[in-house]
């Protein structure tokens, strides 16, 4: 059964794992953002992975995104 997980920093539905431990112990996993591109550990604490105790300087909305200019384009 999967769950869906919500983005710790623009709180957007679209999480998928992106790595497991690769001994197989399920340690730890790599989520990652596929709306702002955020990544991060199933290890990280909870300052980084709790929305709430987050530093609010750090946390994305839908409209933050929308208007952040885009990458320069590669040559």
């Known amino acids: 059964m ?3 997980m919500k983005c710790v920093r623009c709180l957007e539905g679209t999480v998928t794992v992106v790595a497991h431990a ?3 112990s399920g340690a730890w996993e790599i ?3 596929e ?3 955020y990544a991060w550990r199933s ?3 909870p ?3 709790d ?3 987050r530093d609010p300087f750090f946390q994305l909305s839908g409209r ?3 208007e952040l200019s885009s990458p320069l384009p590669l040559p």
């Open 43 to 45: 290890t990280e604490p």
């Open 51 to 53: 929305p709430a105790l």
């Open 31 to 33: 989520y990652r953002c």
């Open 2 to 4: 999967e769950t869906t």
């Open 35 to 37: 709306r702002c591109n």
């Open 22 to 24: 690769p001994d197989g």
């Open 64 to 66: 933050d995104l929308d």
């Open 47 to 49: 300052n980084i992975t």
